[in-house]
């Protein structure tokens, strides 16, 4: 029994011709193994086929949150126009193009991407600040529970919300909602006091053979306290045995 013959979009002809990896045999493997009739592919808004990335990060943040956004928002209407005639096919949103429904809602999909860049505005904000503040947490040390409050500044900012776009100068926001960056390793404290440091790190000052430093941190620690570098430079002064060792030159000196 002979195949029946697949139709092709002009968009999947265009391609095929042009990529050297891929022919219209591949089509009609994916058209037949989904018992379409035809295929083509959804297009974007550069009239190429529309991309369905992946996990793996290509290119600026911002370009594969809109491709992600659009892949799986286009994807989403066409099942709804046309029931199991879609296909993610190496990267590409395909369909069957042999369905009137099914085209009919590519067509739509096409032509609105061709005259605005994106399908869904709430999909690709959420996504868009979901990524940003994954990314301040990931390479800002910014704690998780501020993250959204932090991207809320930078949007009210006037900042990009992409990194690879811009970067963020996040210091100001940080202060405002009460934390600073650690004296001694940078990440961030809630304080409003200037240079704090972590107890693990004011204890980094500590000499050896003496307490000093320890006692106070514990102390600090236990009242849930702040300890900030004028406090370590304090209590080295005011110790008998780290003064001569830290402050050679006297006390007054910082």
Sequence with gaps: MNNPEISFSKAAHWY???NYRYGTWDGEDCARD???SGFGFVLGSGGDPLPIPGDYLTGHQCSHMVDVSNGQA??????????RKTAEWNGLLAY???????REAADRIGDSLA???LLDDEDFYERERENAARVLVDSYDVPEDIAADVVSALSDDGQTLCTDCHSWDIDRIMSNLGYRECAECDKW???TFDEPLHYDCAECYAEDDCECISVMVDGYRHGNHTVTMSDVRETLRGCEHCYPLVYPYGKNVA
């Design 34 to 36: 989904n018992e379409w």
């Design 96 to 102: 069957d193009y042999g369905d009137s429904a099914a």
């Design 189 to 191: 404290l809630a304080t």
């Design 74 to 83: 286009a994807m989403r209407l066409m099942e709804e126009a046309a029931p």
């Design 16 to 18: 095929f011709s042009q």
């Design 115 to 117: 005259g605005y860049p």
